[in-house]
């Protein structure tokens, strides 16, 4: 029978959630959101400027359909990085320490990302998109379990939503730069190079949580097997929560990027299906995606804390799955305007968004301290190898197939995330283990 979550005694309820969260939690709340929004924007410029990129490299017309076929080839290359860079410094940062894992991925992906202007070819493209994900991933393993060990048990599920949901931040600043600096693309990337100041905060005020610091002390026969990925397989419960984990990301990380990001495409076409010329489509398109889109992602990204809360990890889960495969076939054949369609891309992006949040909050709660980032990392950016090749298949169902027809297939996904739910346990009122 399924586990029940735990239920907060009535005075826990009657208190906001923020009780008990002192200023150095905010600040590392802050600094790990920080980092975060950086990570995305490194992560969504590509998707804003991949065409005029790919236009100039490819030397190929705008409405080429290479573009999309090595576009969502490169996103794979992307993924790919990710679940390395997510594995790597998730086990270094349990190994090592938060602080001094952050400041290394922060560092790579802000120099390799200012690279990218340079680049001329589409090996050189796939090379530093790879080292870009590689930093971009290992960050958000080390963060997620950072904030997770820091803030008290009531508001961990709250603290952990707010930092996925910074993310949008970054989509909205990758969305701007694209759209300010319009065909001019290397002025873009160029701009990621700004995050590496944030090493500067991490190394003045992150100080390592207690539970690490107590598995660390000198003596502790936890020491060896901390940051283990062969350690944690060896114990049947984290080995089956790494497993069912590293699955659930992938649905959901397939769906986002094979059909989230493809509503630029639909937009994109669909204003060329009703007169408008290309660079008024692109534009408008930029915008349903960049902004319109997203900010129904960040409500759900927010939403997710406080819906973990009330009601569980697991059905959170469920009611986000259903809600995206329900409007991913809304959104892709309902609309006969382009204002009927901004009006169901928030809602999708609510949906197909808003469950990433549940990874921030979830993974970091089924694992020990000592496999905490390692596990996280594991299942989260380990997810993403899974959807990279699903994007391998995506650009080819793209190139031969009508764009509507092949996101309802990759939308499938979703069901297999609802099956995979509710094999996994119900963390929801339980304290972190140590």
């Known amino acids: 029978m399924p586990e029940m979550p735990v239920i907060d005694p009535p005075l826990a309820r009657q208190q906001p959630w923020y009780a008990g969260v002192k200023p150095y939690h905010w600040l590392v709340l802050a600094i790990a959101s920080a980092g975060w929004i950086f990570d995305i924007y490194e992560g969504q410029i590509f998707n804003i400027t991949r065409a005029d990129m790919l236009k100039d490299v490819l030397r190929v017309a705008a409405d080429s359909p290479l573009i999309k076929k090595y576009g969502d080839m490169l996103l794979g290359v992307y993924l790919v990085g990710g679940a390395v860079g997510g594995v790597f410094f998730g086990a270094l940062g ?10 290394v991925t922060i560092i790579l992906y802000a ?13 050189t493209i796939s090379v530093l998109r790879f080292l870009v994900a590689v930093g971009t991933g290992g960050e958000w393993a080390v963060a997620a379990a950072l904030v997770a060990e820091v ?35 290397r002025g873009v990337y160029l701009i990621g190079v700004a995050p590496a100041v944030l090493v500067v905060a991490v190394r003045m005020f992150i100080r390592e949580p207690e539970g690490w610091k107590q598995i660390h002390r ?22 089956r929560c790494a497993v069912l984990g590293f699955f659930l990301a992938a649905a959901g990380l397939a769906g986002f990027w094979g059909v989230f990001v493809a509503t630029q495409n639909l937009t994109q076409s669909f204003l060329s299906h009703h007169g408008f010329n ?26 997710m804390g406080p819906l973990c809360t009330r009601i569980g990890r697991r059905p959170a889960f469920i009611v986000m799955h259903v809600g995206a495969m329900l409007f991913t076939l809304i959104t892709w054949y309902l ?31 089924l ?26 298949v995506s650009g080819w169902m793209k190139y031969y197939m009508d764009l509507r027809q092949a996101v309802m297939l990759l939308a499938l996904v979703y069901p297999v995330g609802i099956v995979l739910i509710w094999f996994m346990p119900e963390t929801a009122g339980k304290p972190l283990e140590i």
Not at 383 to 391: C, H, N
């Open 218 to 239: 000198a003596g502790s026969p936890e020491v060896k097997k901390t940051g283990s990925v062969a350690a944690l397989f060896s114990e049947p419960l984290y080995r």
């Open 94 to 103: 349990d190994r090592r320490g938060r602080g001094p894992t952050m400041i």
């Open 367 to 392: 694992f020990p301290t000592r496999f905490r980032a390692t596990g996280a990392g594991l299942c989260f950016n380990g997810g993403r190898l899974v959807a990279s090749l699903m994007m391998v």
């Open 151 to 185: 803030f008290p048990n009531s508001a961990r599920a709250h603290a952990s939503g707010i930092f996925q949901a910074s993310s949008i931040l970054g989509t909205w600043g990758g969305t701007l730069a694209g759209i300010r600096l319009g065909s001019h693309w």
């Open 278 to 303: 290309a660079d008024d489509a692109a534009r408008k398109a930029k915008f349903a995606y960049g902004f319109v889109a997203t900010a129904g992602g960040g409500l759900g990204l927010l939403a």
């Open 111 to 123: 120099v390799f990302s200012g690279l990218t202007a340079l680049a001329h070819s589409l090996w």
């Open 335 to 365: 609309p006969n305007t382009y204002h009927q369609l901004l009006l169901f891309l928030p809602v999708l992006g609510f949906f197909t968004l808003g469950m990433h949040a549940g990874y921030a909050i979830y993974f970091p709660e």
